[in-house]
C-alpha cells in the first residue's frame, strides 16, 4: 500500500495529539491547563472524525460540519489564551498580581488590534453577494465566522505570546515555564497559518487561470503549503512533548513527591486527631 505525504502527515499529527495527552494527563500538567488539554482533545477528534467522515457526507453536510468545528476550534483557544494569561498574571508567583484595570487596558488594546487587523485583511463578501442566496445565508455567516474567527485568533495569540515573553518575568515566569513553552508554541503555530493564508489570499488575487495546466500547478501549491502547515504543527507538537514532560525549572521530581508526602501525612493526622477531640 503506497501512503501519500498527506496520509503520511495526517498520521504523525493524530500520533502527536495522542502522545500530547498522554503527557498531559500522565504527567498532572492537565488539572493545570483544562483548556490547552480540551483544545488538544477536540482537536484529536476533529482529525479523526473528518478523516472517517471524508466522502461520505453532501457537499452542504460537509461545510456545516467543517465550518461548525472551526468556530469551536476558535472559542476554545480563545479559552486557552485566557487561561494562560491568568496563570501568569494571576498567580502572584513572584508576588505581583495584574489588577482589573491592567486586564481591561490589555484586553482592550489587544482585542482592537486584532480585529482591525482582521478587518484590513480582507476580502469581505459584498452585501450583494450575502442577499444573493437568502436559503445559504446562516451557513455563509458560519462560514464567515469560522474563517474571520480563524484569523483573528491567530492575530490575538502572536500578540499574548509577546506579552508573556516581555511581561512573564517579572511575575516570575520566565521562556522556560510551561505557560511560556504553551504560548511559544501556540504563537509559532499561529504565524505559520497567517503566512499561508497570506501567500493563498495573495495567489487568488492577482492569479487569473487561463488554462488546465495552470489550475493544475496552483493546486499543487495549495497542497505544498497545507503539508508545509501540517509538518510546522507536528515540530509544535514535539516541542510540547518535549517541555511539558519536563518539569519547571526549580520544580523537581524529587520535590514534588516531598511535597505530595506531606499532604498525605497532613491529611492522615487531621483524620486520626477528629475522634480524639469529639471525644
Given at each position: 500500500?503506497?501512503?501519500?505525504?498527506?496520509?503520511?502527515?495526517?498520521?504523525?499529527?493524530?500520533?502527536?495529539?495522542?502522545?500530547?495527552?498522554?503527557?498531559?494527563?500522565?504527567?498532572?500538567?492537565?488539572?493545570?491547563?483544562?483548556?490547552?488539554?480540551?483544545?488538544?482533545?477536540?482537536?484529536?477528534?476533529?482529525?479523526?472524525?473528518?478523516?472517517?467522515?471524508?466522502?461520505?457526507?453532501?457537499?452542504?453536510?460537509?461545510?456545516?460540519?467543517t465550518?461548525?468545528?472551526?468556530?469551536?476550534?476558535?472559542?476554545?483557544?480563545?479559552?486557552?489564551?485566557?487561561?494562560l494569561?491568568r496563570?501568569?498574571?494571576?498567580?502572584?508567583?513572584?508576588?505581583?498580581?495584574?489588577?482589573?484595570k491592567?486586564?481591561?487596558?490589555?484586553?482592550?488594546?489587544?482585542?482592537?488590534?486584532?480585529?482591525?487587523?482582521?478587518?484590513?485583511?480582507?476580502?469581505?463578501?459584498?452585501?450583494?453577494?450575502?442577499?444573493?442566496?437568502?436559503?445559504?445565508?446562516?451557513?455563509?455567516?458560519?462560514?464567515?465566522?469560522?474563517?474571520?474567527?480563524?484569523?483573528?485568533?491567530?492575530?490575538?495569540?502572536?500578540?499574548?505570546?509577546?506579552?508573556?515573553?516581555?511581561?512573564?518575568?517579572?511575575?516570575?515566569?520566565?521562556?522556560?515555564?510551561?505557560?511560556?513553552?504553551?504560548?511559544?508554541?501556540?504563537?509559532?503555530?499561529?504565524?505559520?497559518?497567517?503566512?499561508?493564508?497570506?501567500?493563498?489570499?495573495?495567489?487568488?488575487?492577482?492569479?487569473?487561470?487561463?488554462?488546465?495546466?495552470?489550475?493544475?500547478?496552483?493546486?499543487?501549491?495549495?497542497?505544498n503549503?497545507?503539508?508545509?502547515?501540517?509538518?510546522l504543527?507536528?515540530?509544535v507538537?514535539?516541542?510540547?512533548?518535549?517541555?511539558?514532560?519536563?518539569?519547571e525549572?526549580?520544580?523537581?521530581?524529587?520535590?514534588?513527591a516531598?511535597?505530595?508526602?506531606?499532604?498525605?501525612?497532613?491529611?492522615t493526622?487531621?483524620?486520626?486527631?477528629?475522634?480524639?477531640?469529639?471525644?
Open positions: 500500500m503506497h501512503l501519500t505525504i498527506e496520509q503520511i502527515l495526517w498520521a504523525l499529527v493524530v500520533a502527536g495529539h495522542l502522545v500530547l495527552l498522554i503527557v498531559l494527563l500522565g504527567r498532572d500538567r492537565a488539572a493545570h491547563f483544562p483548556w490547552f488539554t480540551t483544545a488538544i482533545a477536540v482537536s484529536a477528534a476533529r482529525l479523526i472524525a473528518d478523516h472517517l467522515l471524508q466522502g461520505k457526507l453532501t457537499t452542504i453536510a460537509f461545510h456545516w460540519q465550518y461548525v468545528s472551526l468556530t469551536l476550534d476558535d472559542l476554545i483557544c480563545f479559552m486557552v489564551l485566557l487561561e494569561l496563570r501568569v498574571f494571576s498567580s502572584g508567583k513572584a508576588g505581583l498580581i495584574l489588577k482589573p491592567g486586564w481591561i487596558g490589555g484586553a482592550f488594546v489587544t482585542l482592537a488590534v486584532a480585529a482591525g487587523a482582521v478587518w484590513l485583511w480582507g476580502p469581505w463578501p459584498s452585501t450583494a453577494a450575502i442577499k444573493a442566496d437568502p436559503a445559504q445565508l446562516p451557513l455563509l455567516l458560519v462560514a464567515l465566522t469560522a474563517t474571520k474567527g480563524q484569523i483573528f485568533i491567530a492575530l490575538l495569540t502572536v500578540q499574548v505570546a509577546l506579552l508573556l515573553l516581555v511581561a512573564g518575568r517579572r511575575f516570575g515566569f520566565e521562556w522556560r515555564t510551561h505557560p511560556q513553552q504553551i504560548a511559544l508554541g501556540l504563537s509559532t503555530n499561529a504565524l505559520g497559518f497567517l503566512a499561508v493564508q497570506g501567500i493563498a489570499d495573495s495567489i487568488k488575487r492577482t492569479v487569473h487561470l487561463t488554462s488546465r495546466e495552470q489550475y493544475e500547478r496552483v493546486v499543487h501549491l495549495f497542497t503549503l497545507d503539508n508545509t502547515r501540517s509538518a504543527w507536528i515540530l507538537l514535539l516541542w510540547w512533548i518535549t517541555w511539558l514532560w519536563r518539569d525549572q526549580g520544580t523537581t521530581p524529587s520535590l514534588v516531598t511535597a505530595e508526602a506531606e499532604t498525605i501525612v497532613d491529611a493526622t487531621h483524620e486520626a486527631g477528629q475522634p480524639e477531640s469529639a471525644e
